[in-house]
């Protein structure tokens, strides 16, 4: 059996299938919803008929990005054990993350997420949350609200900000321990 990872093109189309099945939901009940930036009826708007091309780009971009890093890692340490399970879980995890602040949205509970939205800030000092899975579970769990360009917009600033925090935030606050 083939790890679901290396089906790259039956996981872009489904993605591709997903978006659709969602604008066509949107077209029959009323029209193809588009999203203005800041919830501002005044600033650009954004169509969720985009979502028919960013989100399988974005699929398929992610799972090419997990593919080099698990070959990368082969290279480094041949014995290394495949790491189907931690993508999984980590991709799971923000897929939770992104279906409950858009749950948040819906329910017009913005002063919750806006404190729950530093919440991959905070893991990222725990955790590698800036991995390219994370990113693609947080814009699948918000492409139903927001469509197929904002969730990819927020994910993209929170995954630089995650790297951030655990790349350098992290190490620096692991030297500065280390030497107490």
């Known amino acids: 059996m083939q790890p679901i990872i290396e089906s790259k093109v039956p996981i872009t189309i489904g993605a591709l299938v997903l978006t659709l099945a969602i604008i066509i939901g949107e077209y029959i009940n009323g029209g193809v919803i588009t999203h203005h930036l800041l919830a501002d009826d005044n600033l650009p708007g954004i169509s969720n008929w985009w979502g028919l091309l960013t989100i399988p780009l974005l699929t398929w971009i992610v799972i090419s990005l997990i593919q080099k890093r698990q070959s990368k890692t082969h290279i480094i340490n041949p014995n290394s054990k495949n790491d189907t399970n931690g993508i999984l879980n980590r991709f799971l995890g923000a897929l939770i993350f992104g279906v409950s602040m858009s749950i948040l949205w819906e329910f017009r509970l913005e002063n919750i997420m806006q404190y729950l939205i530093l919440l991959p800030i905070v893991t990222a000092f725990f955790r590698p949350v800036y991995l390219p899975e994370c990113l693609l579970g947080f814009v699948y769990g918000m492409l139903y609200t927001f469509g197929g360009i904002l969730p ?29």
């Open 152 to 180: 990819i917009l927020i994910g993209l600033v929170l995954t630089v900000l995650c790297l951030i925090a655990y790349k350098v935030i992290r190490r620096g606050i692991l030297i500065v321990v280390s030497k107490i």
